[in-house]
């Protein structure tokens, strides 16, 4: 194509997304971008695939961007198009994904003038965006999105809104894609400060009780690799946060399991009586911490992260290091293994001490023989799956389960909102991390309430033969709200029984998917490995129990060492029956 | 504590409301901020004043550093700096008060901008004190109106 030839703004829209390697838009037309979609349907390269809600297409975008680790993308029509992607903007925006999502706006000159569906989205997402645009001149448009792209995925990642008026998508430019971009206010710290990694390397080798916690930074690090290596050189016990889950091996025996406030017994005692936490790609969040003032109270704590505003935002820090976490952790590894410190030995009365906190109280939930315990089925999806799926989750009770009771070896096998806590992300985030890999189980974890808030994304999987596996963990109520009220509220259950809820098998049927159900203990492997074979979006529906909870738990307010457990009765009588 | 913090920006359209909706969002408080042009016209310079202890004041610095059309960053905490204000204060001024008001004005070395039969309309430059001593003093009068700018900063060489 020769340089002189001008391309209409749908076309260096599409050229550019080319450039950028993109493979796969979720996209949702509208008026003001009909132009977009013309050209969409003339060419060949980038598939496209209709969501049946924006949010959804946004989530998709999300589930694709998490399993990969490549930017996600999306585009919408202008008004409702573009405020309903705001709830997946913001998911995306607190779990730090890549995500470039295009909205169209009326034309320019209209701007401001309550057109027909004009909403000022980048006045709107610029709470919950790394950064957003308004293009006004088409002559700006490749290099707007070289820029998007290239903020969106450095750094510590975030989406980018590009709001595209109508005439600047059909009015016409050169088109020059640069190869590079610079922007003399945005560069992100790479390498970490080598004196404070030398610090951070002798904090370590004086240390006596050391823990290592994780987050989900290692795995928009790619840093799985690191950790694995950190930890095997001095013998540190790792957890990791809802985020991090996958930055290192949940079967490792270092591992502790997750932290926090549904973490495990031994991770939540080790954070507490450490000497040193090293904390890595995480960012000391409520959940995680409990009560501040009571948080690690003897212990040191360098922290390791991109982003300079995580640091001492919520707790002190005695050696932070800013800088990318693989950059970081490779050269205090390297410090590490110079050191040359008899490291199994300065261990072992730690490790011990941890094993002893692990038998005293592993994850635990009492089986049943007649009702399907919602822990027993996350348990045999971890071993008809072999471990070997990708699972993502809505937000709830269910989620929390899966955390505890799933185990990861490997990043990027595990989709969440962590941060906001989006009920209604997962079986379209699913979707978008199907698309990406075709040749994957993936599992998508929901319980009644999340599954409903995006079931319309069934329409989508079939129509464009993308087969999700929905485990849904039907107790018939908010289950997550409901344990607070039985716990803090005095079994006041207000607005968490969902009562009837929808036949999801009938449901699935309806929409030419499949629906399973299992209500006994017996049925579940079969309807997990009959679940598996099928080649179509299948709904599973457990019928759980319906007021099991989730435990250990750290009531809001509380330090984390200060769990409460389900089977506190049972101990006390024990202790009783011992006395007498 | 008070901070003085100037702020770089690229002069684009939304950066104001980029840093103002940081310091909303994040509960941070702003005083006075004022803005205008550098010698370059891709830049423009805010001066914010600020409250909030040490944690705070480093957050605040960190999340401007963060945002993506800030260019630099400086917290004048540690700085020799000059600060300077402006305020346009409109007082009552009938016959009788007229030669007092003017009196004032001339210790505090303000100027007279306008005048009618009833009213003075002073011009008073200094620091925060200074402009503060100034209008204690004509209140007795009746201020009518009183238009401040906000603090702007420079640091000593």
Same mark, same amino acid.
Not at chain 1, 105 to 118: C, H, R, S, Y
Not at chain 1, 216 to 224: P, R, T, Y
Not at chain 1, 401 to 416: G, V
Not at chain 2, 18 to 45: K, M
């Given at each position: 194509?020769?340089?002189?030839?001008?391309?209409?703004?749908a076309?260096?829209?599409?050229?550019?997304?080319?450039?950028?390697?993109?493979?796969?838009?979720?996209?949702?037309?509208?008026?003001?971008?009909?132009?977009?979609?013309?050209?969409?349907?003339?060419?060949?390269?980038?598939r496209?695939?209709?969501?049946?809600?924006?949010?959804?297409?946004?989530h998709?975008?999300?589930?694709?961007?998490?399993?990969?680790?490549?930017?996600?993308?999306?585009?919408?029509?202008?008004?409702?198009?573009?405020?309903?992607?705001?709830?997946?903007?913001?998911?995306?925006?607190?779990?730090?994904?890549?995500?470039v999502?295009?909205?169209?706006?009326?034309?320019?000159?209209?701007?401001?003038?309550?057109?027909?569906?004009?909403a000022?989205?980048v006045?709107?997402?610029?709470?919950?965006?790394?950064?957003?645009?308004?293009?006004?001149?088409?002559?700006d448009?490749?290099?707007?999105?070289?820029?998007?792209?290239?903020?969106?995925?450095?750094?510590?990642?975030?989406?980018?809104?590009?709001?595209?008026?109508?005439?600047v998508?059909t009015?016409?430019?050169?088109?020059?894609?640069?190869?590079?971009?610079?922007?003399?206010?945005?560069?992100?710290?790479?390498?970490?400060?080598?004196?404070?990694?030398?610090?951070?390397?002798?904090?370590?080798?004086?240390?006596?009780?050391?823990?290592?916690?994780?987050?989900?930074?290692?795995?928009?690090?790619?840093?799985?690799?690191?950790?694995?290596?950190?930890?095997?050189?001095?013998?540190?016990?790792?957890?990791?946060?809802l985020?991090g889950?996958?930055?290192?091996p949940?079967?490792?025996?270092?591992?502790?399991?997750?932290?926090?406030?549904?973490?495990?017994?031994?991770?939540?005692?080790?954070?507490?009586?450490?000497?040193?936490?090293?904390?890595?790609?995480?960012?000391?969040?409520?959940?995680?911490?409990?009560k501040?003032?009571?948080?690690?109270p003897?212990?040191?704590?360098?922290?390791?992260?991109?982003?300079?505003?995580?640091?001492?935002?919520?707790?002190?820090?005695?050696?932070?290091?800013?800088?990318?976490v693989?950059?970081?952790?490779?050269?205090?590894?390297?410090?590490?293994?110079?050191s040359?410190?008899?490291?199994?030995?300065?261990?072992?009365?730690?490790?011990?001490?941890?094993?002893?906190?692990?038998?005293?109280?592993?994850?635990?939930?009492?089986?049943?023989?007649?009702?399907?315990?919602?822990?027993?089925?996350?348990?045999?999806?971890?071993e008809?799956?072999?471990?070997?799926?990708?699972?993502?989750?809505?937000?709830?009770?269910?989620?929390?389960?899966?955390?505890?009771?799933?185990?990861?070896?490997?990043?990027?096998?595990?989709?969440?909102?962590?941060?906001?806590?989006?009920?209604?992300?997962?079986?379209?985030?699913?979707?978008?991390?199907?698309?990406a890999?075709?040749?994957?189980?993936?599992?998508?974890?929901?319980?009644?309430?999340?599954?409903? %808030?995006?079931?319309?994304?069934?329409?989508?999987?079939?129509?464009?033969?993308?087969?999700?596996?929905?485990?849904?963990?039907?107790?018939?109520?908010?289950?997550?709200?409901?344990?607070?009220?039985?716990?803090?509220?005095q079994?006041?259950?207000?607005?968490?029984?969902?009562?009837?809820?929808?036949?999801?098998?009938k449901?699935?049927?309806?929409?030419?998917?499949?629906?399973?159900?299992?209500?006994?203990?017996e049925?579940?492997?079969?309807?997990?490995?009959?679940?598996?074979?099928?080649?179509r979006t299948?709904? %599973?529906?457990f019928?759980?129990?319906?007021?099991?909870?989730?435990?250990?738990m750290?009531?809001?307010?509380?330090?984390?060492?200060?769990?409460?457990?389900?089977?506190?009765?049972? %101990?006390?009588?024990k202790?009783l029956?011992?006395?007498? | 504590?008070?901070?003085?913090? $100037?702020?770089?920006v690229?002069?684009?359209?939304?950066?104001?409301?980029?840093?103002?909706?940081?310091?909303?969002?994040?509960?941070?408080?702003i005083?006075?901020?004022?803005?205008?042009?550098?010698?370059?016209? $891709?830049? $423009?310079?805010?001066?914010?004043?600020?409250?909030?202890?040490?944690?705070?004041?480093?957050?605040?610095? @960190?999340?401007?550093?963060?945002?993506?059309?800030?260019? @630099?960053?400086?917290?004048?905490?540690?700085?020799?700096?000059?600060?300077?204000?402006?305020?346009?204060?409109?007082?009552?001024?009938?016959?009788e008060?007229?030669?007092?008001?003017?009196?004032?004005?001339?210790?505090?070395?303000?100027?007279?901008?306008?005048?009618?039969q @009833?009213?003075?309309?002073?011009?008073?430059?200094?620091?925060?004190?200074?402009?503060?001593?100034?209008?204690?003093l004509?209140?007795?009068?009746?201020? @009518?109106?009183?238009?401040?700018?906000?603090?702007?900063?420079?640091?000593?060489?």
């Amino acid at each position: 194509m020769s340089s002189k030839q001008l391309m209409s703004g749908a076309e260096i829209f599409i050229e550019s997304l080319k450039k950028e390697k993109v493979d796969t838009i979720f996209a949702y037309p509208g008026g003001v971008v009909l132009n977009i979609f013309d050209f969409l349907y003339k060419q060949k390269d980038i598939r496209y695939i209709l969501p049946r809600h924006e949010q959804g297409a946004i989530h998709a975008a999300d589930g694709y961007a998490r399993s990969t680790g490549r930017v996600g993308v999306a585009l919408v029509t202008s008004g409702p198009g573009a405020t309903n992607t705001v709830t997946g903007i913001a998911t995306a925006y607190m779990d730090s994904i890549p995500l470039v999502i295009f909205t169209g706006q009326v034309p320019t000159a209209l701007i401001g003038n309550d057109a027909f569906q004009e909403a000022d989205i980048v006045g709107i997402t610029r709470p919950c965006t790394k950064y957003n645009y308004l293009v006004k001149d088409v002559n700006d448009l490749a290099q707007t999105i070289k820029e998007a792209f290239y903020i969106a995925s450095t750094g510590r990642p975030g989406p980018v809104l590009i709001d595209l008026p109508r005439d600047v998508v059909t009015s016409r430019a050169e088109f020059h894609y640069p190869d590079k971009v610079k922007i003399r206010s945005y560069n992100p710290t790479v390498e970490g400060n080598k004196r404070q990694i030398k610090q951070a390397a002798d904090a370590i080798a004086a240390a006596k009780k050391p823990v290592c916690y994780i987050g989900g930074g290692v795995i928009l690090a790619n840093a799985a690799d690191q950790i694995r290596e950190f930890a095997e050189i001095t013998k540190i016990p790792v957890t990791h946060t809802l985020m991090g889950i996958g930055g290192f091996p949940g079967t490792h025996p270092l591992s502790l399991g997750m932290l926090g406030m549904h973490g495990t017994y031994y991770a939540n005692l080790s954070i507490h009586n450490s000497d040193l936490i090293i904390a890595i790609g995480a960012r000391f969040d409520d959940r995680v911490t409990g009560k501040v003032e009571g948080f690690a109270p003897g212990a040191k704590i360098i922290h390791i992260d991109v982003d300079p505003t995580s640091i001492r935002k919520n707790v002190r820090v005695d050696i932070p290091v800013v800088g990318d976490v693989k950059h970081v952790m490779t050269e205090l590894n390297k410090e590490l293994r110079a050191s040359k410190e008899p490291w199994d030995a300065i261990r072992k009365s730690w490790l011990r001490q941890i094993d002893a906190w692990r038998e005293e109280r592993p994850l635990s939930y009492e089986q049943d023989d007649e009702v399907i315990k919602p822990q027993f089925v996350i348990e045999k999806l971890y071993e008809v799956t072999g471990g070997d799926a990708i699972i993502v989750t809505d937000v709830g009770q269910h989620q929390m389960w899966a955390a505890q009771y799933y185990k990861f070896d490997n990043p990027r096998m595990w989709c969440t909102s962590g941060g906001l806590g989006t009920m209604g992300y997962g079986f379209p985030a699913a979707m978008g991390a199907k698309v990406a890999h075709p040749d994957k189980h993936v599992f998508s974890i929901s319980g009644d309430g999340s599954i409903q %808030m995006n079931i319309q994304e069934l329409a989508t999987t079939i129509e464009n033969n993308i087969p999700v596996k929905v485990v849904i963990l039907n107790n018939r109520f908010l289950g997550m709200v409901r344990q607070w009220q039985e716990l803090f509220y005095q079994e006041r259950y207000s607005s968490v029984d969902l009562g009837s809820v929808p036949d999801f098998v009938k449901v699935a049927e309806a929409y030419s998917a499949v629906g399973l159900r299992a209500t006994k203990p017996e049925e579940v492997v079969p309807v997990l490995k009959e679940a598996m074979k099928i080649k179509r979006t299948v709904f %599973m529906d457990f019928v759980v129990a319906r007021y099991e909870k989730v435990f250990p738990m750290v009531p809001a307010g509380a330090s984390i060492h200060e769990m409460i457990f389900g089977e506190e009765k049972k %101990m006390e009588e024990k202790k009783l029956k011992a006395v007498k | 504590m008070k901070h003085i913090i $100037s702020v770089l920006v690229e002069n684009k359209f939304g950066v104001l409301s980029r840093v103002s909706g940081l310091f909303s969002g994040r509960g941070f408080n702003i005083e006075t901020i004022s803005i205008g042009p550098t010698l370059d016209p $891709s830049v $423009s310079q805010m001066t914010i004043v600020t409250t909030g202890d040490e944690r705070i004041l480093e957050q605040i610095v @960190k999340q401007l550093n963060k945002l993506i059309d800030v260019i @630099k960053v400086t917290d004048f905490a540690d700085k020799e700096f000059v600060e300077r204000e402006m305020c346009l204060i409109k007082v009552n001024a009938p016959q009788e008060h007229r030669s007092e008001a003017l009196r004032t004005a001339d210790i505090f070395r303000a100027r007279v901008v306008d005048s009618t039969q @009833k009213s003075y309309t002073f011009q008073v430059t200094g620091d925060e004190k200074k402009i503060d001593a100034f209008i204690e003093l004509l209140k007795p009068m009746g201020i @009518k109106e009183i238009v401040r700018t906000g603090k702007v900063a420079i640091t000593r060489d």
